[in-house]
């Protein structure tokens, strides 16, 4: 490695992870179908060790073919700033889709605008999944 720049990065506390899961709002969320990969930003809401995805259902979504099709997600969250400086916090777990327990009428309040596509408004039902945090690391530069 003589000739390769690095930068060493330290494990982030369980606060300073929590910290970064609720002061944020999009992230990336990677799924797997029959040995291929997806991984797509989303909108999300972190609390109590959980993390809630929303998702748009409509005919022909690739996202909800592989969320349907994923036992185990891994979530990211990063930042890299023009300094130099960065950090990412990684999250692995089942990922479900939750049922009418889930306050609808919340949905604006714990999680930004949903972007709409070609898509016809009607033709658009919200969903929101939940990952079970099993795993979950934060890792940052100095």
Known sequence: MEHIEFVYTFGMDESEIEERLTSRENGVLSLAKEGAAYAVPISFHYTEGEIYIRLARHEGSKKIDYVDSTAEACFLLYEYADDGSSWSVLAV????????????????????????????IDDVEVEIYRLD??????????
Request: charged letters at 40%; proline letters at 3%.
């Open 93 to 120: 777990g089942e990922i479900t889709k939750v049922g009418d327990g889930f306050d609808k009428a919340a949905l604006n309040e714990e999680f930004p605008e949903l972007r709409i596509f070609d898509e016809s």
């Open 133 to 142: 945090v099993k795993e979950i690391t934060g890792r940052q530069t100095e």
